[in-house]
């Protein structure tokens, strides 16, 4: 079994429970050594089922440690610990509102729920709160940040990143790339990608801080607010 088909198995896997567990997995995959992985698999019994029961166990003390929790922070977006960022999400099926409120009303209803996140995150990082201390910025991905929405972060100097359909499904590209493998993952192939990222030291400046407020206002005059009894 090599390491292609180790991999495979880790991605059938994959479900929305489990989904950040297998992506350090995989992260952890890319990096071992041939021989070393040759050795985990003979110890696990070498067959496929034998090594789905190793992840699978191996998933299940990941959870049980508590590293890989999605803790809302507000109505919209949750967010998880990676590394050296603390990672938004957005758990919540936007259909709904898009029926009731439209494409764009719903974008900028996000992006004043993301600054709302954004705000609390700070907060509760200057206070001293144990999760967010030694980490550097703040990471999303999804197939929604693309057009107007990605616009948006990079008016509030946002790193932004996008991932075509035709460079997911590129596997030459993908050996280069984490945040594009990470995206396959997650995601798939069919769907462009996008990922944003700032630093916890720009948005600690008073000049983002000024451009951020100003963004809120302009949402508060287009009407733009905060929604009661969002169910998630």
Known sequence: MNKQEVENILISMRNSKNEEAINKLLDKLIVIDDNLLKNAIKQAG?????????????????????????????????????????HLHLPVDLHSMIEKLGFSRTRDTVNLYLLDAIDKIKEMKDKGYDKFQGKDNIY???????GKS????KELDFETKTYKKQELNNPEFL??????????????????????????????RNDWQEKKN???????????????????
Request: charged share 30%.
């Open 46 to 86: 070498g067959t496929k089922e034998s090594v789905k029961k190793f992840f699978e166990e191996k998933i299940t003390k990941m959870r049980n440690d508590n590293t890989q929790e999605h803790i809302p922070i507000n109505e919209l977006f949750a967010y998880g610990i990676n590394g050296n960022c603390v």
């Open 140 to 146: 999303m991905i999804s197939p929604i940040l693309v």
């Open 150 to 153: 990605l616009d948006f972060l």
């Open 175 to 204: 050996s280069n790339n984490k945040d594009a493998r990470l995206a396959t993952r997650i995601f798939g192939t069919d769907k462009n990608v996008a990922t944003a990222k700032i630093d916890f030291d720009i948005i600690s």
């Open 214 to 232: 100003a963004k809120v206002k302009e949402f508060k005059d287009k009407g733009i607010k905060f929604i009661d009894n969002l169910e998630r």
